[in-house]
């Protein structure tokens, strides 16, 4: 019974001072996210779409009726255009811990990128535009990575 008894005990202590879990890099993702957009990350909806002359950004809020997330969407949407624009990703690089692939080429063909932002009835969207092929294939790795990372399940092609 004693041998029982210090069994348990050191199961007990072992449980407590075991280290938590790793934490999930998604959530760690998103918390960041929310963060660096200004906005809830389970209340909107990303889209990374890859497109012949470059590709979208496009965020929306999941509720039609969430007014304040659709509106900090479109603020955050216009500051993005301004940053790509002027050669500043520091908020994908905060939100994903790293430099996404891409981004040091876009920065490269700054000159050869076009950066312009639509409304959507529930957010919007960044379109990105480029005739030159080397900076086609950065955005592309760019909008590649954000796919996967934010798992919109968007075409990778």
């Known amino acids: 019974m004693l041998l029982v008894a210090a069994f348990y005990l050191a199961l007990t202590v072992q449980q407590d001072t075991a280290p938590p879990p790793p934490h999930d890099m998604h959530s760690g993702m998103n918390e960041r996210g929310e963060k660096g957009m200004g906005f809830s990350q389970t209340s909107t909806t990303h889209h990374f779409l890859l497109l012949p002359t470059g ?16 509106d900090n969407v479109r603020m955050h949407l216009h500051h993005i255009q301004h940053a790509f624009q002027s050669g500043d990703f520091n908020i ?39 005739k030159d092929q080397a900076a086609l294939e950065a955005i592309h790795s760019f909008l590649r990575f954000q796919i996967t990372e934010h798992k919109t399940g968007d075409p990778l092609t």
């Open 55 to 70: 590709g979208a950004i496009q965020v929306e809020a999941n509720d039609p009726n969430d007014k304040s997330s659709r």
């Open 92 to 130: 994908p690089m905060f939100v994903h811990d790293t430099t996404p692939p891409g981004v040091p080429a876009m920065k490269s063909h700054a000159k050869n990128i076009h950066y312009s932002t639509e409304d959507t009835a529930n957010g919007g969207r960044v379109l990105i535009q480029t």
